[in-house]
């Protein structure tokens, strides 16, 4: 019985490991949620369309521009409010038409329509014209000086084949109506779609016409992606070899990973920063057990519950080291971040419970703190650490944890008083945090400004970034806004959140900090 | 004389005497249905409210509160809950379920898609659970004294007692990760009833190299994915069927061997034992089939509810059916697929309680007659 069970489990264990090297099986928790690369705008759906469709800028793995569909860009001279891009020739759509200048002006059309979740990227753009069939102009209303930045998950849709297809209009899911380009492709990427089943199975291979052909390793020949909701399952099918590559790795898992032979796991820090938000604009709140005042409206109760918040300990305990403490709620690559900002967060109980003291909370108040439960890594638990550390200075944490489907809406509809948010910064620049976090809440900028800070001369400072364009000037203004959003402790910061993507030794890639792998990068031995 | 299937309904052995009792009978059937029906979307569609606002992960962090607003009034979730109700009710009916907010993709569409999933995986368990159940019954029914009848009892508490979720990442890690494994086992002899040796067997990699995840490859038959055709479509489904079909086994295994006993007290089988039938006869031929009827009779029944609990084992395996949909459909408030989901759901059930009352009628007879003839 003894030999029988070993010699069974050993030609099983063989046969388990074998795996073609072209071939990369890729899980990660969720699916793209659509094909049509103006429809969404959102993490899984635009990294399955950088495998497909192409922009004209990308980042790289180390979240630099690198030239894709344009090969250059550049502010015409002596005129600010334009920029020229020279478009790559010789690049054809996987149905083999041309990429010309005519496709670029149709693409950015679409992505600014209605129903396009690409448009507000775009506002400032007003025109966009073509001078010849490889150069393309964009008119802004104004001088844009970062606009490239806007450009880098704006993919580019072949004209004729959209508008054959009929699927010149973004699919208006309210309206009904089904789109062919929500379950059709036609790229000029490096893959090229060959099957697909949503939320079952996506099967790519290499595009033989690739423009980047002699640029790219392009070593992965065929691309298998199979979304892995539980968690536990996804890390399971790397260990037993049925995938080659995940994203989203657990904490808990970690160690069992990496020590495992054959499989590395690789970490990198993300575009991703987690802090609380705390309302302190109202005179009076709703969810604390104050009467007739505002806590929160107190820089020094805001300040006190900063230093309150043991960092290293949710780093050590709850984040089992992947995360990185922060003291500024921009993400390290971004333009404005700063290392003395970043690291000015300190722990001092008593200096702590001397500051409620002095702002007459000596002997604290009650609180109800709105947490997500299955939005950010081990989100529940950091808001559970963070109610016994402000119980220290005698803030008594109601913790009510739910779905973020339930917990973001409270954001929305100012119906929380203290909650957890997490930000990303696509455009890799501070502007962005200032127009949804700092402003004040209005039709344009501010939406997700859920603590109720209104300063009209911080908002005209942010209003000026847009179309400043001598950047040493920007950048004196976006370091005075952060010096305000310091003070002031307008937010509560804890992290930076750490990426860790899981793979066996034969995949080479870096870990990118948008969580978006793009495959022409990778190498594979 | 009288076993559990004619008790079951005993009422209606007096209101049926002829065919315009059985057709009055079955359009009440369908009138209370049709009323399950309505109540179950109306409990649903007052629940929709709490699951959460689909509008942030339709837009994207960029939104503007102006397309917030745009988009929450052409979906019509301003409107009460009732007005929303309506809305489905009235296109429902002309069989339109509208589209999925997640995947922008018909409903029904949709569902068509996934149920053969479902299906497929929920037949294999029922399979599983009726065979093992019955034999592992009839097992320790015979031998009710036996070491190994306590063990199979013991064991099968813990098939009740763990959570499902719990059961499949153990089977994981046992038959596709595979670990490493001392097991001293005790060789016991089924004949002597009695320990004859313990052995040690060091189990180098548990891992039988079965799926983790996934419904492995799919054969579409006009419509109708099926995974039985190829082998790691029959290897998928061994994880996901045990995972999902163990309580329903510990449940059959139970009632057979209640059933079993009972039956074996039966002076019938003591007159056959005393005239020297031997006893494999006895046991399977005669107590057997006496016993079987109610345990049919239960499997019908959770069927619907196999279907209806693959949720947990789908979200485990990855299992792509109408379950793992339904809970993307929750955690994405796709308000759409969850009304659509649920009305099959209770169509379903509903549908199935209806062909056995129907059946009852039809067989309730017959069943007298042979019972009286057999006894």
Redesign the interface.
Known sequence: ??TK??L???L??T??VAASAETLRW?RAGDS??L?PH????GPTHTLAHQIYEPLIIRDHSGAFQAALATDWAPKEGDPNVWVLNLRQGVTYHDGSAFTAEDVIFSIERAKSENS?MK??LTSITEVRAVDDHTVEFVTDGPNPILPANLTNLFMMDKTWTEANAAEAV?????????FA??NTNGTGAYVLVSR?????TVLSANENYWGKDEFPLAVSEIVY?????A???V??L??G?VDFIQDVPVQDLTRVGETDGLVVKTAPQNRVIFFGMNQGPDDIANDNVDGANPLGDVRVRKAMSMAINRDAIQKVVMREQSAPAGMIAPPFVNGWNQAMDSSSSTDVDAAKALMADAGYGEGFSIQLDCPN?RYVNDEAICQAAVGMLAQIGVTVNLNAQ????H??LI?NKETDFYMLGW?VPTYDSEYIFN?LVHTR???RG??NGTGFSDEATDAKIQTLASETDLDARNATINDIWTVVQDEQLYIPIHHQVLNWGMTTAVGTEVSPEDDPKFKFFTMN | MIGPPLSLKPHMDAAFGGTTDMFGYIMRRVAQSALVLLVVGFVAFAMFR?????????????????D?ER?RA??GLDDSFLVQYYRFLEQAVQGNF??S??????VSE?LL?RLPATLELAFVSGLLALFGGIVLGIFTAIRKRGVSSSIIMSVSLIGVSLPTFLIG?LL??LF???VDLPFAIPMLWFETEAWSSF?L?????????L?????GDVVEIGGWTTGFLTESGLKALILPAITLGLYQMTLIMRLVRTEMLEVLRMDYIRFARARGIRSRVINFRHALKNTLVPVITITGLQLGSIIAFAIITE????W?GVG??F??AI???DIPVMAAYLMMISVMFVGINLIVDMLYFAIDPRLRVDRGGSN
């Open positions: 019985m003894k069970l070993i069974a489990a050993t099983l264990a046969t388990a899980a949620l659509t049509d429809a969404q705008n959102e979740a507000e990227l699919q208006d899911i309210a309206g009904g109506e089904t789109t929500s379950s089943e949503p939320d079952v199975k199979t979304p892995i909701q539980n536990a399952t996804r399971a099918a260990l037993s049925e299955d779905p973020k489907a339930q973001f809406p929305q990303g949804f209005g039709e344009e939406s997700w | 709490f699951v959460g606002d689909p509008i942030d992960n339709m837009l994207g962090q960029e939104r503007t509160l102006e917030i988009l052409q979906l509208g589209l907010y997640r995947q922008g993709r018909e949709i898609e990442v994981i890690y596709s990760v595979g052995g067997v060091w189990i180098e990699n548990t891992s039988l190299g799926p983790s995840f996934g419904r979200t485990v395996f990855q792509p793992l949909l809970i993307n955690q994405f408030v």
